[in-house]
């Protein structure tokens, strides 16, 4: 049962253009809102996060939007990077109980 | 600080035998988890740790895989025996508390890629 979803595996998007990775989820429980980020052979790093309360959290290049109604977070990067070339994994919690998505794999070719 | 620590980082070994995964968490930190990631289910939270005792371990596949915390700074996931279909990249973390906020965010350990044969 996976309560938390990113349905596309990869994403491919041209350097200085937009990034936008879609998360949606089942438990209308979940509270908080987390993007991580993980290069190949590290583990995944803190990226961005969203408590429910809001729509909208933004940190530099990095945007993530919440759709409580329609249950489906966003991150959204721009302009995106070479650098920005990772698998990102949006995880959802509500008290004790943080579930992740299977990933997207994010690849911004120069 | 180091970071996360496990060990081994990768561990290739046989069906049916006994494969034990370390970590060693962020000095300071209260809760401790063990992910497994698989291509078909990202990231599955396998058990966590609070202050060295077990809270959930409803994530835990099956009665094959334990996890123990001895101390503070030492916790080790065991397979035995093992199965192929347990392959996978296991993740520890750790984390001041289960808030809300983002001082108590996760931070993960390299991983131990684990193949089964």
């Known amino acids: 049962d996976q309560q938390v979803k990113q349905n596309s595996p990869s994403l491919s998007v041209q350097e200085g253009r937009i990034s936008i990775l879609n998360c949606d989820y089942t438990n209308s429980m979940f509270d908080y809102f987390l993007w991580y980020k993980k290069y190949p052979a590290e583990g995944p790093t803190f990226l961005i996060s969203?408590?429910?309360?809001?729509d909208k959290n933004e940190d530099g290049r990095f945007t993530v939007f919440l759709n409580k109604s329609a249950k489906h977070l966003s991150l959204h990067i721009v302009p995106s990077q070479p650098g920005d070339s990772a698998v990102y994994f949006c995880a959802a919690s509500e008290g004790n109980d943080m579930r992740f998505g299977a990933g997207t794999r994010l690849t911004v070719k120069p | 600080d180091a970071g996360v620590i496990q060990s081994p980082r990768h561990e290739v070994t046989e069906m049916g035998q006994e494969v034990t995964l370390r970590c060693k968490p962020i000095s300071g930190h209260d809760y401790l988890f063990w992910y497994r990631q698989t291509m078909m289910r990202g990231l599955e939270l396998l058990i966590y740790f609070n202050n060295n005792v077990p809270i959930d371990d409803s994530g835990m596949p099956e009665d094959r895989f334990s996890a123990k915390m001895p101390n503070a700074s030492f916790s080790t996931l065991k397979i035995q025996p093992s199965e192929p279909r347990d392959s996978a990249v296991y993740f520890c973390?750790?984390?001041?508390?289960?808030?809300?906020?983002?001082?108590?965010?996760?931070?993960f350990g390299p991983g131990t890629r684990l193949t089964v044969l």
């Open positions: 973390a750790s984390s001041l508390a289960l808030g809300r906020q983002e001082t108590d965010t996760q931070y």
């Open positions: 969203i408590s429910s309360i809001k």
